[in-house]
């Protein structure tokens, strides 16, 4: 992960993440996505407040996981974040959720689209905000 930005967002474990089996909730790992795309968003200057602010939304389109190793309560645990694609209409996410031995739990992508808030109609996110998109364009994966 040398060749391209990652973002790292430690991940708070509660015990009502947890499943009857013990380990954190398959569902709750697309939290930690979230929390790993909004830090991402963060750390290279941008806001999704602003986003919306702005009158556009960016839903995800497509959501992908991968499990590997389950995390438990009491665990340490943290979620990589990077820039897959870009292409100016959607733009995928990567994620790489890790526990505090460094062993990846849980891998994916979230695919997301810009829209208009006032009819959910989709943008291109390289028209209506050029800066970002150029940011994630010299960020992401190549």
């Known amino acids: 992960m040398d060749n391209f930005f ?6 708070q474990l509660y015990y009502a993440d947890t499943d009857m089996m013990g380990v954190i909730y398959h569902a709750n790992y697309l939290k930690f996505f979230e929390l790993g795309r909004a830090g991402l968003i963060e750390d290279v200057g941008y806001s999704y407040i602003a986003m919306e602010e702005a009158g556009f ?5 497509d959501v992908q996981v991968t499990y590997k190793k389950p995390l438990r309560y009491g665990d340490k645990a943290c979620v990589k974040t990077w820039i897959d694609l870009s292409d100016g209409i959607k733009t995928i996410y990567s994620y790489s959720v890790e ?3 460094g062993d990846t739990c849980a891998v994916g992508t979230t695919t997301h689209i810009i ?28």
Do not use: H, Q, T
């Open 57 to 61: 939304y960016a839903p995800v389109y």
């Open 115 to 142: 829209v208009r808030k006032d009819n959910f109609k989709p943008a291109a996110f390289k028209k209506v905000f050029p800066e970002w998109y150029l940011k994630y364009e010299e960020i992401k994966k190549k």
């Open 6 to 11: 990652v973002s790292s967002r430690e991940i």
């Open 99 to 101: 526990n505090g031995d």
